[in-house]
């Protein structure tokens, strides 16, 4: 569908005053002056923008990057969470992996694909012939690979790639989950935190913080032969490899989970490894390789050709500064959210403002929340994209982008509430 860009009948009066509390809030300020900002406010009921400014231009887009990823996984993915395609063959079960970032994973307790691998008393081999899952998307800080944020993509994620290091209260202990990966204590008692080699599966813990409590997630470095042993220890069995010709695209799917436990996740919490695995998922399911690359000029070549300023688009997550999206792109991806799918569901996947995620801190309203967004932050920028029900009860579509200031992100979001708290007083 494409968007309208003349003015909204809702009146120059309205307009007017959009425009006056955009100018007092985000661009008079003395200390907004330095940085850019892109603004675009749509109504879909008029289906016209209200008000617009830079709103062509290019940003960062940061964690706004995933609604990019969303779109795409609600046109190409069913109802609930494809794990794997799995074929018997005498007493052998042979799985080809799809990419599902909740297996195993300790915020998922419900483990269906667990279970059903259980079950099975022989042999279990894994397919890996379409595996082309690079770690780490392009523009990806190397220095990131100790934070949780950073964990590696897969092909077959488990435990969400991460390693768990214990050092239980008033206990002289130190541990590691999962137990196969190495953890000693580190010679050099200068670092004062948990660590692991660059390039290698081997963790280091400081003596002097044994009995601290503390409880670090920190990725691990993904292999095939790592995730076969993985495996095989939660099943208590031997995984192996699967030699023969690979799985056909036609064979049953297992799926894990409804479908919205996994976008809920992605977008309240920002989560980049749900991302990441999201593109994955639909690269298993829609294309010859599981690879994210391929699956983003899919996207863009089809799903998203209606964009009116072609994306930069290289990473699920908006981890990378080699995206670039304009405002009214954001809006067009929105408004087609909008139109699809029912408000009430598409409101309880995103941060609900001080109510949920990362919105839980800003924009309640008196009668509870009335933004419903997705934050998009990285040093020096910070974005808005979403949906504002305003006191009348209609809805505005907007997205906010504010690129390269030299301040926290905490200076920007004040002005921001403050001109959203307008647009839901007058709308």
Known sequence: MGLGLGLSSCGLSFRSKVKRSFEQNLLSPQILQQHFTGLAIYSPDQQKFIYDYQADKYFTPASNTKLLSFYTASQLLADSVP????????DSLIIKPLGDPTFLHPDFPTQLADSFL???????????????????APGWAWEDYL?????????????????????????????????????SPMQDNQYQKIRRDRYSNTFYYPEQLLGTGWEVPIPFQTSEGLMLSLLGDTLHQEVQPWMGTSLSDTLPIFYSRHIDSLYQYLLLNSDNFFAEQLLLMCAATNLESVNSDKMIRYSLDSLLSPLPDPPRWVDGAGLSRYNLVSPRDLVWILNELYQEMDTSRLFSLLPAGGVSGTLEKYYLGEFGPYVFAKTGTLSNNHNLSGYLKAKSGRVLIFSIMQNHYSFSSSVVKPYIEKLLRDLYENY
Not at 83 to 90: A, V
Not at 118 to 136: E, L, S, T, Y
């Open 147 to 183: 934070y949780p944020f950073a964990a590696e993509r897969s092909i077959f994620p488990l435990y969400g790639n991460l390693a768990t290091i214990s050092l239980p209260a008033a206990q002289n202990t130190a541990s590691i989950r999962p137990n196969r990966l190495s953890l």
């Open 83 to 90: 794990c794997f395609r799995y074929k018997f063959m005498g």
């Open 118 to 136: 259980r079950q099975h008393k022989g042999p279990i081999f894994i397919d890996f012939a379409a595996n082309k899952v690079v770690a780490w």
